[in-house]
């Protein structure tokens, strides 16, 4: 057994495949082989401690690298829908992404990307970002591309949104 016998949940079995491998931390105990927050608390320091929610973004850090008072954990987000139609008659479905250029993030991901559903057919896609966030559009299609690039690299002001609640709609992307 591994743990502290007068926490809430004691102490815990260590047989491989049983339990935890390792002592949970301060709030937390071990269920179904990993370490889980006891309710109302939250893991966000990267230590396996957990932290009570009302202390999350209270402006006093309580974990030593300040994560629980950092603007990713602390700022207002917001699921904006994106929409944009593939125009262009060439038989390819056009492939894009989401930048941020106010953090370092990519959607669907930095090695992922959208494609369109079919020719003349909308596209949907639901992002959750930070409120007030710059997001910048970037497609290609073949050798055409549209806003920033999948990459992100090229510039374009007119491709860029602000986060919030309202949704995006891009319009249609020709071919020229």
């Given at each position: 057994?591994?743990?502290?016998?007068?926490?809430?949940?004691?102490?815990?079995?260590?047989?491989?495949g049983?339990?935890?491998?390792?002592?949970?931390?301060?709030?937390?105990?071990?269920?179904?082989?990993?370490?889980?927050?006891?309710?109302?608390?939250?893991?966000v320091?990267?230590?396996?401690?957990?932290?009570?929610?009302?202390?999350?973004?209270?402006?006093?850090?309580?974990?030593?690298?300040?994560?629980?008072?950092?603007?990713?954990?602390?700022?207002?987000?917001?699921?904006?829908?994106?929409?944009?139609?593939?125009?262009?008659?060439?038989?390819?479905?056009?492939?894009?992404?989401?930048?941020?250029?106010?953090?370092?993030w990519?959607?669907?991901?930095?090695?992922?990307?959208?494609?369109?559903?079919?020719?003349?057919?909308?596209?949907?896609?639901?992002?959750?970002?930070?409120?007030g966030?710059r997001?910048?559009?970037?497609?290609?299609?073949?050798?055409?591309?549209?806003?920033?690039?999948?990459?992100?690299?090229?510039?374009?002001?007119?491709?860029?949104?602000?986060?919030?609640?309202?949704?995006?709609?891009?319009?249609?992307?020709?071919?020229?």
């Open positions: 057994y591994l743990g502290n016998p007068y926490a809430l949940h004691g102490c815990q079995a260590s047989r491989p049983t339990a935890c491998t390792t002592t949970c931390g301060l709030n937390a105990y071990c269920d179904a082989a990993a370490c889980v927050c006891e309710q109302g608390f939250l893991a320091c990267g230590t396996g401690d957990c932290l009570a929610l009302r202390q999350l973004c209270d402006g006093t850090p309580d974990c030593a690298n300040w994560a629980d008072e950092a603007a990713e954990t602390c700022a207002r987000q917001a699921v904006q829908q994106w929409t944009l139609l593939d125009d262009c008659e060439d038989g390819r479905d056009v492939e894009w992404r989401l930048w941020s250029r106010d953090r370092d990519a959607w669907p991901g930095p090695d992922e990307t959208f494609f369109t559903d079919d020719e003349g057919v909308p596209s949907h896609e639901e992002v959750e970002c930070l409120v966030e997001i910048c559009f970037g497609a290609e299609a073949g050798e055409q591309q549209w806003g920033v690039g999948v990459d992100g690299t090229a510039h374009c002001d007119s491709c860029c949104f602000i986060c919030s609640e309202q949704p995006v709609e891009l319009g249609g992307l020709t071919c020229e």
